[in-house]
């Protein structure tokens, strides 16, 4: 969601600042600001849109000498994403910027306003800055205290005190990290914010306050100091640029070779992975295209291993009757590892003391530390807001665990998976190279209003995916059906030159997916057919070479990735930070 970056030391300050925005901006961009201390003075400098909005404003701008900052970049919770409402925000003393929802904002504000307190935003941020400044008589630590006691909801604060030269930090159920390099220190809600100056950081946890200052940085908890270890990251800035192509998407979506290998190779035996084929139920549970990539892992897992599993969207697992009366394992699924409702999901497992497995990219992330076990996807960074790397890593974890459970069970024999795997890999490298086909479907339906997907089984959950790829970046209205049931009710909306994509990669039920096709066609659908085997008289038909079962989807979804993409930049749509969304949504 929002980002947040403050800096304290002797590198430019403005600079390091921009920097972070900038590298954070795919987390939230409909407005942002700054705050830069001078022991009395503090200036704020905020700006509606982009951070390169802000940035204009800072060069038209005299700036104070200082060396102490703190910034933000916004996505809108409470409030319209104006300037009024983008952080930071001051009330008296002190100036604050935060990621996080404080749930009981309003009762806060009304308490606050009968003691005078007059607010200028519509933000639950200003009401946290006025009750930390309400308690604030000298002593910082206690206020932020008694604040946050009275609070209930998320956050990660990153607070400057007039004349105070420190920066204080901390949070609840949204990240925080705590950037040192020889100049100075950084705070930061995600590590791309500070690896251009450093790969060195401390994780904060629940709760522990930091105090960052010129030469040092205390960290305590129950006001008790506490020491943590120093860890470092192993990605690199180069990673997180954009190289040479225009857009990150793409750029990721073309490394899906590399990490496909790299994965391949760290999870090459059935020791390298947990044997869940011991469970009796699996319930997974992620958000948006994790969840959909839970189903993929479904399909695999009950078809191929016999393995029960059911799949649930964590905002309403978190809030569900679930019957916890086998033996379950809960696998939570997520990129970031920092989605609220999937983290609560993973708490309430914890609380009737089910097992749990993140299937999760970034290591440090809250789920990663909390879960029982770990899957690690090695995607490395990934910045496109519309995530497409990390789901395919995602799924092709499923396609591994689903066939080490199957040996597991003595349901398959061993293949020859190092030949297999080869072969998937020179498949896609393939399917990667041919982007002129997929631009050229683009062409015939970017200017359409309404695209339909379809299939059945397996390929339904791709369905959904690319559905979903497809709206999130071109904003064409888009929907995934279950192949058999459009014709309950959705095909009245299908009419002449209606887009609809069907996907046939389950030859056992191809037959059937090939006479819902036909009931669209019949009524003018332009149809697009992924398949396995050639379908004729169809004029647009890819054909996606056949492989294993449990690794198939891997070939079909790079190329909905890409038509999605080519669509979208047809469009010119602002691929990587479509409007409205955020990478990692840690509200609810
Ligand atoms: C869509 C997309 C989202 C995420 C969802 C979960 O392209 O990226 O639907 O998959 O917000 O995020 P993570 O995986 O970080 O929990």
Redesign the pocket.
Known sequence: MCGIIGYIGKKSLDEVLIEGLKNLEYRGYDSSGIALQNFNDVQIIKSSGKIKELEKKLQEINLINSNIGIAHTRWATHGNPNIENAHPHQVGNITLVHNGIIENANELRQKLTKEGVKFKSQTDTEVLCALINFYYKNDISSAIKKALKEVKGSYALAILVKKDESIYAIKKDSPLIVGIDKDGYFIASDISAIIKYTNKYIVLEENELVKLSQNDYIITKNNKIIKKSIQSTEIDFESITKSNYKHYMLKEIMEEEILLEKTFNIYNDKDSLIDISKYEEIHII?????MYAGMVGKTLLEEKSNIRCYVECASEYRYKKIFYDRKTLVILI???G??AD?IAAMRKAKENKIDTLAIVNVKTSTIARESDYKIFIEAGKEIA???TK?YLLQITIFSLLAYFSSINKHILKEINLKEEEKNILSHLKNILEQRKKYYEIAKKIFQEEDIYFIGRGIDYSLCLEGS??LK?ISYIHSEAYQAGELKHGTIALINKNTPVIAIISDQNIADKTLSNIEEVKSRGANVIIISTKKISNYENNIVVPKISDFFQPILIIPILQLIAYEVANLRNCDIDKPKNLAK??TVE
Request: charged letters at 15%; hydrophobic letters at 30%; glycine letters at 10%.
């Open positions: 992620g958000c948006g295209s994790a997520s990129q970031s920092e989605t999937t807001v519309a995530t990390a979903l790829k999130e990692s949504v």
